[in-house]
């Protein structure tokens, strides 16, 4: 999958996980793009990330999405 196909899916988990929240774990994230069922490429990003708490903008650069 493209970086265009798959970002769509990743600003979907964004937006709801940063709903209400400033920072979110990388093992958050992980959990819920788990439960969410997305594609294995988003999978292996999110867990390449390093252990941390992310702002939505860090997480988006990181990731490959757009921060809203």
Do not use: F, K, N, W
Request: hydrophobic letters at 40%.
């Amino acid at each position: 999958m493209t970086d265009d196909q798959l970002r769509p899916d990743l600003d979907d988990l964004l937006d709801d996980l940063y709903d209400g929240q400033e920072r979110v774990t990388q093992g958050e994230i992980h959990r819920r793009a788990v439960a969410a069922e997305l594609p294995a490429e988003l999978l292996t990003r999110i867990t390449a990330m390093p252990e941390g708490e992310y702002a939505v903008d860090e997480a988006a650069e990181l990731l490959g999405g757009t921060s809203a």
